[in-house]
């Protein structure tokens, strides 16, 4: 089982930037393919952005150019670099394996994006 801990959101104005990290614990992390996934209110929870345990990365349509996914497998850490951060960014955070598995959900990180 993978534990995970997502930091980094907060309030940004539209344009800005954030980065988020996703801390991961219990189990051989390289080996998983991660993602990071949003869920604005009232919505579905949906992805954002994976990479495999080799690096290779894919991106929802919305974020393509703006959102960067990266992990350092010695830390176990997986991140996510945010530029010009439109309103339609504000969500909870979460990251988890690809696919997701119900158990290793955390509690996400807010990100807020408003003037």
Same mark, same amino acid.
């Given at each position: 089982?993978? *534990? +995970?801990?997502? *930091?980094?959101?907060? !309030?940004?104005?539209?344009?800005?930037?954030?980065?988020?990290?996703?801390?991961?614990?219990?189990?051989?992390?390289?080996?998983? /393919?991660?993602?990071?996934?949003?869920?604005?209110?009232? #919505?579905?929870?949906? +992805? %954002? &952005?994976?990479?495999?345990g080799g690096? *290779? @990365?894919?991106?929802?349509?919305?974020? #393509?150019?703006?959102?960067?996914?990266?992990?350092?497998? &010695? #830390?176990? !850490?997986?991140?996510?670099?945010?530029? =010009? !951060? #439109?309103? &339609?960014? @504000? /969500?909870?955070?979460?990251?988890?394996?690809?696919?997701?598995?119900?158990? =290793?959900?955390?509690?996400? @990180?807010?990100? @807020? %994006?408003?003037?």
């Amino acid at each position: 089982q993978l *534990s +995970l801990v997502e *930091s980094g959101g907060g !309030l940004v104005q539209p344009g800005g930037s954030l980065r988020l990290s996703c801390a991961a614990s219990g189990s051989i992390f390289s080996i998983y /393919a991660m993602g990071w996934y949003r869920q604005a209110p009232g #919505k579905q929870r949906d +992805l %954002v &952005a994976r990479i495999a345990g080799g690096g *290779s @990365t894919n991106y929802a349509d919305s974020v #393509k150019g703006r959102f960067t996914i990266s992990r350092d497998n &010695a #830390k176990k !850490l997986v991140y996510l670099q945010m530029d =010009s !951060l #439109k309103p &339609a960014g @504000t /969500a909870v955070y979460y990251c988890n394996k690809f696919p997701p598995v119900a158990d =290793s959900w955390g509690q996400g @990180t807010q990100v @807020t %994006v408003s003037s």
